[in-house]
């Protein structure tokens, strides 16, 4: 089975800084697609951003980057010029071709103004 | 992003009761699921659903809950006789295709006493 694992369960950052947020993924098919969701304090899940395993090239959404090691099944959210409106519970998801979501466990983001 | 709503948004109910869940689809996406989260933990995939039928279910997803699009619409998730522990915000998801990401509704916070 998929596994998702965020190793940082909290995390803080200054305003205006730059934070990256880590995740990892067991899986031993080729062909998936990850994500990264945002939780505010609504508990509404956001997408933030996706990436194909194909593509080779980095997801950019806005403030939003990706670092996507597919060899190390690596798949980190960065975030630039942090803004108070980012806080909130940051979940990295694997889909495979099948329909299910694999999620972590998730990385609680502060922003200190 | 296409929006995803949920009803109720709040929903308590005494153990052993029934609860029905309802998301409300959007017309050009075929693929529906429910995820639920208890609180403090990660989100976990209960079941989903195309064609009217479940494509896929996880362990959790027992015979105590049942989905349906009773009318081609909205799209239902029932929970009977509840316990403590369905305690949770469910979310249901949607997608176009099999392969795109997932739009998720608000969530319904169920509180079972």
Known sequence: AQTVTQSQPEMSVQEAETVTLSCTYDTSESDYYLFWYKQPPSRQMILVIRQEAYKQQNATENRFSVNFQKAAKSFSLKISDSQLGDAALYFCAYRSTGNQFYFGTGTSLTVIP | ?113
């Open chain 2, 1 to 113: 992003e296409p929006e995803v709503t949920q009803t109720p948004s709040h929903q308590v109910t005494q153990m052993g009761q029934e609860v029905i869940l309802r998301c409300v689809p959007i017309s050009n996406h075929l693929y529906f699921y429910w995820y639920r989260q208890i609180l403090g933990q990660k989100v976990e995939f209960l079941v989903s659903f195309y064609n009217n039928e479940i494509s896929e279910k996880s362990e959790i997803f027992d015979d105590q809950f049942s989905v349906e699009r009773p009318d081609g619409s909205n799209f239902t998730l029932k929970i009977r006789s509840t316990k403590l522990e369905d305690s949770a915000m469910y979310f249901c998801a949607r997608t176009q295709t099999k392969n795109t990401e997932a739009f998720f509704g608000q969530g319904t916070r169920l509180t079972v006493v």
